[in-house]
């Protein structure tokens, strides 16, 4: 099984920046693709940013431009560089893997965008 912790939330004034973290156990080699969701309150769960094996990316719309996610095998660990934060932003962000067709997650971190 794989093990999720993410780490790098608080809170932001709007326009600033945050670098989530998700580190991953020992399993990496074999997970096909990592990603990066979200779930403010009284709303669905949905998918931010996503990075296959082969390093093949994809953006929710709303987060194109500002967000980048990367991935760094050796040390099995995921990122998420978040800019230009909008209070729309606000929400608990969760590390997403995906391993033998078996979806895993993290607990989840708080990102919270206010003035």
């Known amino acids: 099984q794989v093990q999720l912790v993410e780490s790098g939330g608080g809170l932001v004034q709007p326009g600033g920046s945050l670098r989530l973290s998700c580190a991953a156990s020992?399993?990496?080699?074999?997970?096909?693709?990592m990603g990066w969701y979200r779930q403010a309150p009284g709303k669905e769960r949905e998918l931010v940013a996503g990075?296959?094996?082969?390093?093949?990316?994809n953006y929710a719309d709303s987060v194109k431009g500002r967000f980048t996610i990367s991935r760094d095998y050796t040390k099995n660990t995921l990122f998420l560089q978040m800019n230009s934060l909008k209070p729309e932003d606000t929400a608990v962000y969760y590390c997403?893997?995906?391993?033998?067709?078996?979806?895993?997650w993290g607990q989840g971190t708080q990102v919270t965008v206010s003035s």
């Open positions: 997403n893997a995906v391993l033998l067709r078996v979806d895993y």
């Open positions: 020992r399993t990496t080699a074999s997970i096909n693709a």
């Open positions: 990075i296959t094996s082969i390093g093949f990316t």
